[in-house]
């Protein structure tokens, strides 16, 4: 059980107000909120530790170092893998980025195919499209169904032995709908393809374990999990990572340098080239500390109930529509409501203390999917209560009686 007055007082933003009003933050698919362990971290960090890390004869180096990569460890102790798999980068764009650069590439081949799907976040398209103008690789997308789940319909046609690459993201960030990623690897490893999960809104809502997963590539953002931006990670496949080529160059990264060439560093150095985000990594560290603290089973059960709530408490509007498929979604409610354009309902919601996204979601193709411009997005963390879905409720009745 969650004892959610506790965990409200860990977030000090959750007390702040916004217009005179108490803050409802439901905007956790674009970042979460961070706790007091990862604010003290910082800034014990600061005032205390900091340091740029490795090759230095003193103390401060080698404390840098040690909370670096004992951090690395325990990141990769929570999703199952190997530490120095792990590799720090600024978010999932960067770690797509990655993949797309260090496997993409060197490893793939004009006439080559990656399967995506229509409802990726723009950075799990775009460097792909980058790609096929690169070297003409062909991109397939699995479509989507108008209820905004994925239409496998044609799935043996569209994955044959052409495709080398799937990159998935495994929750919708737009929508909120849970894949069924099982499926689509077992199909994509029975044909020999190497399959990247975008993780990005897992790691915050549910317990994953990479080594379970039968998948070779995953990206996540630390800012949408309870540590600050600019700190992320691409895991890979050792033997995967010992194939792919460098894609950043500098320091770090080598081991020797000469003026006409030179040789590179083992994983996980090979693919961070120059100065880390040290505080970002260690604040990342912390944050699977807090969240394992609480339990994600725990989260997982008071999300689950939390949305539940939601959807039948909005579900109560008539004139609203749900874009977030029911019972095959998780976090995220996305919804239309009549005509009214999302940006003048979530501004309306803003005046009272409401947080939510409104617009594509970095998700265009699902919006021209549905015919529309964008939609109003409220996602929950295990610190939303009740009380502030009702909140919410009766701020969109307000906002629909202002504006039709
Ligand atoms: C947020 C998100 C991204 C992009 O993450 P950045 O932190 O902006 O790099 C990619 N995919 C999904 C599913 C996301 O939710």
């Known amino acids: 059980m969650i004892d959610i007055s506790a965990i409200r007082l860990d977030f000090p933003i959750l007390s702040e107000k916004i217009s005179g009003k108490p803050l409802i933050y439901l905007d956790n698919a674009a970042t979460s909120q961070k706790p007091l362990p990862v604010i003290a971290a910082i800034d014990r960090y600061l005032r205390t530790q900091n340091s740029n890390i490795h090759r230095a004869a003193h ?37 797509i980025n990655l993949l797309k650069e260090a496997y993409g590439m060197k490893m793939l081949e004009k006439g080559d195919a990656v399967l995506i799907s229509e409802m990726e976040h723009h950075a799990n398209i775009v460097p792909w499209l980058d790609l096929k103008e690169k070297i003409g690789i062909e991109l397939r997308y699995i479509p989507m169904n108008l209820d905004c789940t994925l239409d496998l319909s044609q799935i043996d046609t569209l994955l044959d032995q052409k495709v080398k690459l799937v990159s998935i993201q495994m929750i919708s960030n737009a929508i909120g709908t849970i894949h069924p990623v099982e499926f689509i690897i077992q199909k994509a490893k029975s044909l020999g393809a190497r399959v990247h999960l975008d993780i990005a809104q897992v790691v915050s809502h549910q317990a994953i374990d990479l080594s379970e997963m039968n998948i070779d590539f995953a990206s996540f953002s630390g800012h949408k999990v309870f540590a600050p931006f600019g700190i992320g990670v691409f895991w890979g496949r050792e033997d995967l990572l010992n194939q792919m080529k460098p894609y950043h160059f500098g320091g770090e990264m080598i081991k020797e340098v000469y003026m006409d060439k030179a040789t590179y560093n083992d994983l996980p150095y090979k693919f961070e080239a120059g100065t880390p985000n040290v505080m970002g990594g260690i604040a990342l560290a912390e944050a699977f500390d807090y969240i394992d603290k609480i339990g994600m089973s725990a989260i997982e059960a008071y999300e689950s109930s939390l949305y539940e709530f939601a959807y039948e408490e909005l579900s109560k509007i008539e004139a609203l529509q749900f874009h977030s498929p029911k019972g095959k979604s998780i976090a995220s409610l996305s919804f239309s409501i009549g005509d009214i354009h999302p940006f003048d309902i979530g501004q309306i919601l803003d005046a009272q203390g409401i947080a939510i996204r409104t617009g594509h979601h970095c998700a265009q193709p699902i919006m021209r999917k549905l015919g529309i411009e964008g939609t109003c997005r409220a996602s929950i963390c295990f610190y939303n209560t009740e009380e502030e879905i009702l909140a919410l409720v009766r701020g969109l009745k307000q906002g629909i009686k202002m504006l039709s």
């Open 59 to 95: 103390h401060l180096a080698n404390i840098s170092t040690e909370l670096y990569e004992t951090s690395r460890s325990k990141i990769a102790k929570h999703l199952g893998v190997k530490t120095h798999e792990i590799n720090f980068t600024r978010g999932t764009t960067e770690s």
